[in-house]
């Protein structure tokens, strides 16, 4: 368990659909991260916040959006959902800052959009 | 910004032989290179890293190397057994503020 907490784990949604996925990261970390992994695909950036505040910015879709809230948690918006918006979608913690530190994954959210 | 290339793709090894799998980035300034297992259905899993301030690192079968002055680091796995079989994916970034930009992973089958 790498302490990293993604809900919910399937998501099941029709096109033009809105949902957002909810990322609560390890104790003390204060950087979220947010991946899309489609099928034999790599993970692909999507977009970081370090402590409340957007710090990088991916290949995210202007029908995505992110947040990071005061208690850390994150929330990743994807509205007018498209069929190819099925993928999963990972969020990763660390500890943030100047220094590197380890960043841990959750299990992620499968979305699916039929 | 950063560029992680990853090579091979896929890898098949006999159990009890060794992989490596190598990896470049293009950002002089990363100075952090973690390496993620991901098993099916499952996150990817932190493994081993190393920083910028050291050559080699080893955790019993697994170490990882890095050479700044070309750019590259590599995972090598001794002994390997039937569940080293996954996806493996290289990542760098230059600090904590940054971006951990990833390979494209290498899928690692290990026969029995």
């Known amino acids: 368990d790498s302490g990293v907490t993604q809900t919910p784990k399937h998501l099941i949604t029709a096109t033009g659909q809105r949902v957002t996925l909810r990322c609560s990261p390890r104790s003390g970390d204060l950087s979220v991260y947010w991946y899309q992994q489609s099928l034999d695909q790599g993970l692909q950036f999507l977009i970081q916040y370090y402590n409340g505040e957007e710090r990088a910015k991916g290949n995210i879709l202007e029908r995505f959006s992110a947040q990071q809230f005061p208690d850390l948690h994150s929330e990743l918006n994807l509205s007018s959902l498209e069929l190819g918006d099925s993928a999963l979608y990972f969020c990763?913690?660390?500890?943030?800052?100047?220094?590197?530190?380890?960043?841990?994954f959750g299990q992620g959210t499968r979305l699916t959009v039929v | 910004g950063e560029n992680v290339e990853q090579h091979p793709s896929t890898l098949s090894v006999q159990e009890g032989d060794s992989a490596v799998i190598k990896c470049t980035y293009s950002?002089?300034?990363?100075?952090?290179f973690p390496w993620y297992k991901q098993e099916l259905g499952k996150g990817p899993q932190l493994i081993i890293d190393?920083?910028?301030?050291?050559g080699e690192k080893k955790d019993q079968r697994i170490a990882v190397t890095l050479n700044k002055t070309a750019k590259h680091f590599s995972l090598h796995i001794t002994e390997t057994q039937p569940e080293d079989s996954a996806v493996y994916f290289c990542a760098a970034t230059a600090s904590g503020y940054s971006t951990l930009t990833f390979g494209k992973g290498t899928m690692l089958l290990v026969s029995p």
């Open positions: 950002d002089s300034a990363s100075n952090y």
């Open positions: 990763a913690s660390s500890l943030g800052g100047s220094k590197n530190t380890e960043a841990f």
């Open positions: 190393i920083r910028s301030n050291v």
